[in-house]
C-alpha cells in the first residue's frame, strides 16, 4: 500500500535547488513528488508547517557511533536517534570502532547493525591503514564492495607520506574520497590544548597550529600530485584556512569541513580545566575562530561537520590531562550554528541549510541534501527562532559531554522524516 506525506504551510527553503517559498510539499512511497491527487491527499499523514522552515534532511559527514566495541558511549541505535533529534536524516560514521574498520567483516557486522537499529541513513567508512596503524594499506577495494563511502584513518594521521601517497593513490582508484584528521603526531605528543596564552596560564601542555598546519600542506602537495580528492577534517588554524583558499583558487581538488564548536568557542573558554572542552583538534584563539567564519562566507570551507565524539561521565569527569578528546554535538547543531553565522547576520539561512546538506553530501557522494522531485523524501522541520535550553539529560545520545550545556540557543527542530516517515517529533 503506497503512503502519502503532505507537509502544508512551510518556507520551503531547498539551497541545491535554489528554493526559497511558502508550499505545501508532498512525497509518496518515501520520495519528493511535485504534487498528490486529492485521493491521495486524503489517505497522506499531513504535517503543519505554518511559522517554520521545511528543509532538507541534514546530513554530517563525521560522526563516531561507537559501535562496535565502545557501545556503553554510543551504538548505532542511540547515535541515529540523537541525529533524527537534530534534525540530521544522513550521517557519515568514522571507522576508529573496536576493532576497527579495515576488513570486509566488521563493516558487515555494523551494516547489519544499522539495516536492524537505525532510524537514519547511516553510512561507513573504511581505514586507510591496517589497524590505523600507518603501516600498510587497508584493503580498499574490498572496503568499497562492503559498501564505504569514504577512507580515513580519522584520529590518528598517517605519519609516513610515502604511505600517504599510496593509500590517495588506491582510494581513488576506486573514486573514493579520502578524509584527513591533519595532525603531526611529532608535534603534539603529550598536548592537550592550543599553545598560546591561555596553555601558559593553565600550565597544560600546549597544541601548536603548525601540527595541523603542516598536514594540511602536505595533503594538498598530494592532490595535486595524484588527483585525490582530499578532505580536511574538522579545520581549526587560520593558516590551514588560508593553505586550502589558495590550493582552491589553483584548482586543487582539496576540501574542508568546520565543526560547530570551533566556530563558537575559543581556548579561553577551558578556564577552570573544563574538560567538556576538551577535544581534538583543540579550541583555538579567536583570530583562528574568526578565520573559519571566513572560510565559511567565502567557500573555501565546503561544510560544517559536528565530530560528535561520545564519551561517558565517568570517562570525562577526571583531571583535564586524563580525560578523551570529543564532545556530542548532533542534537544541538542546528542550532548551535544558526546562532553563530544566521542570527549574527555573517550568512543567509539558505546558506546555512546549504552548509549543513547538500554541500556535504557532494564530498561523500551521498544521495541526500536535496528536496528535488524523485529525491529520497529526507526532511527537517525547524523554528529558526525559537529559543531552547540545551539540557543533555533529555538528549537521544548515551553520553552527556556537551559544551552547550545550559545554553540557551535560537533555532529549534520540530520534526524530522527519512524516506517520508517520520523519525523524530517534539513533544
Given at each position: 500500500m503506497s503512503q502519502y506525506l503532505w507537509i502544508t504551510n512551510g518556507l520551503i527553503i531547498d539551497p541545491a535547488n535554489q528554493r526559497e517559498e511558502q508550499s505545501d510539499l508532498f512525497a509518496k512511497d518515501g520520495r519528493i513528488v511535485h504534487h498528490l491527487t486529492e485521493a491521495e491527499q486524503s489517505k497522506a499523514t499531513k504535517f503543519n508547517a505554518k511559522g517554520l522552515v521545511v528543509a532538507p534532511g541534514l546530513v554530517d559527514i563525521h560522526v563516531h557511533f561507537r559501535e562496535p566495541g565502545q557501545t556503553h558511549k554510543e551504538d548505532i541505535a542511540s547515535g541515529s536517534r540523537a541525529a533524527a533529534a537534530g534534525g540530521y536524516t544522513s550521517v557519515v560514521c568514522m571507522p576508529n570502532t573496536s576493532p576497527v574498520c579495515d576488513n570486509a567483516g566488521t563493516l558487515e557486522r555494523i551494516n547489519n547493525s544499522i539495516d536492524k537499529d537505525a532510524v537514519v541513513h547511516v553510512y561507513t567508512t573504511g581505514c586507510l591503514t591496517m589497524g590505523m596503524k600507518g603501516e600498510q594499506l587497508a584493503p580498499t577495494g574490498q572496503l568499497k564492495q562492503a559498501g564505504i563511502v569514504a577512507v580515513t584513518d580519522d584520529g590518528l594521521c598517517v605519519q609516513n607520506n610515502e604511505i600517504m601517497r599510496r593509500a590517495v593513490e588506491y582510494a581513488t582508484l576506486f573514486n573514493l574520497p579520502i578524509m584527513d584528521h591533519c595532525q603531526d603526531a611529532t608535534l603534539t605528543a603529550g598536548a592537550v590544548m592550543n599553545e598560546g596564552e591561555w596553555s601558559v596560564k593553565l600550565g597544560l601542555k600546549g597544541w601548536p597550529r603548525a601540527a595541523e598546519d603542516i598536514v594540511v600542506a602536505r595533503n594538498i602537495i598530494l592532490s595535486e600530485l595524484t588527483g585525490a580528492r582530499i578532505h580536511m577534517q574538522h579545520l581549526s588554524s587560520h593558516h590551514s584556512v588560508a593553505l586550502l583558499r589558495e590550493a582552491k583558487a589553483r584548482g586543487i581538488p582539496v576540501t574542508g569541513e568546520a565543526s560547530p564548536h570551533h566556530l563558537e568557542f575559543s581556548d579561553a573558554c577551558i578556564e577552570g580545566y573544563k574538560t567538556e572542552f576538551k577535544m581534538n583538534p583543540p579550541l583555538r584563539t579567536d583570530e583562528d575562530r574568526k578565520a573559519l567564519l571566513e572560510g565559511l562566507k567565502d567557500g573555501t570551507i565546503d561544510c560544517i561537520a559536528t565530530d560528535h565524539a561520545p564519551h561517558s561521565p565517568t570517562e570525562k569527569d577526571r583531571e583535564f590531562d586524563q580525560a578523551p578528546f570529543g564532545i556530542i554535538g548532533l542534537e544541538n547543531a542546528l542550532a548551535s550554528t544558526l546562532e553563530t553565522l544566521y542570527h549574527s547576520k555573517e550568512l543567509s539561512l539558505s546558506d546555512v541549510i546549504a552548509l549543513m546538506t547538500h554541500k556535504g553530501a557532494a564530498i561523500c557522494n551521498l544521495p541526500a541534501g536535496t528536496l528535488s522531485e524523485g529525491a529520497v523524501a529526507d526532511i527537517c522541520i525547524f523554528d529558526p527562532d525559537q529559543k531552547w535550553?540545551?539540557?543533555?539529560?533529555?538528549?537521544?545520545?548515551?553520553?552527556?559531554?556537551?559544551?552547550?550545556?545550559?545554553?540557551?540557543?535560537?533555532?529549534?527542530?520540530?520534526?524530522?522524516?527519512?524516506?517520508?516517515k517520520e523519525v523524530f517529533r517534539l513533544r
Open positions: 535550553t540545551v539540557d543533555p539529560e533529555q538528549f537521544k545520545s548515551k553520553s552527556k559531554n556537551c559544551p552547550w550545556n545550559g545554553r540557551t540557543l535560537r533555532g529549534q527542530v520540530k520534526a524530522t522524516f527519512v524516506e517520508g
